[in-house]
């Protein structure tokens, strides 16, 4: 099993930064690649962010393109999401994934495993 803990989130004004962190225990190898969800209330759990962990290779959705970058510190099992102006519309539960299998990362259903979640809420 593997084990994620979300940390970072909170209430920042528009135009803001934030950086959420997602710590991997656990029998975390091997990790193919983690990634980054948010779920606004009312809505679907859309893909954010995501990164091959042995290649670092990064996705975004459009919507962040520019102002998220996804990091990892292997050394650390730990990924990264650096949120810089950030929108009202940015708002939901963000929540880490890993996977250990090769997969389309930008889909929710290549992932095994999840974090709680950590709240970000950006006032305007």
């Known amino acids: 099993q593997v084990q994620l803990v979300e940390s970072g989130g909170g209430l920042v004004p528009a135009g803001g930064s934030l950086r959420l962190s997602c710590a991997a225990s656990?029998?975390?190898?091997?990790?193919?690649?983690m990634g980054w969800f948010r779920q606004a209330p009312g809505k679907e759990r859309d893909f954010v962010a995501a990164?091959?962990?042995?290649?670092?290779?990064?996705y975004y959705s459009d919507s962040v393109q520019g102002r998220f970058t996804i990091s990892r510190d292997n050394a650390k099992n730990t990924v990264y999401l650096q949120m810089n102006s950030l929108k009202p519309e940015d708002t939901a539960v963000y929540y880490c994934?890993?996977?250990?299998?090769?997969?389309?990362?930008?889909?929710?259903?290549?992932?095994?495993?999840w974090g709680q979640g950590t709240q970000v809420t950006v006032s305007s």
């Open positions: 990164i091959n962990w042995s290649r670092g290779i990064t």
């Open positions: 656990g029998r975390t190898f091997p990790i193919y690649g």
């Open positions: 994934a890993s996977t250990a299998f090769a997969g389309l990362l930008l889909q929710s259903r290549s992932y095994g495993f």
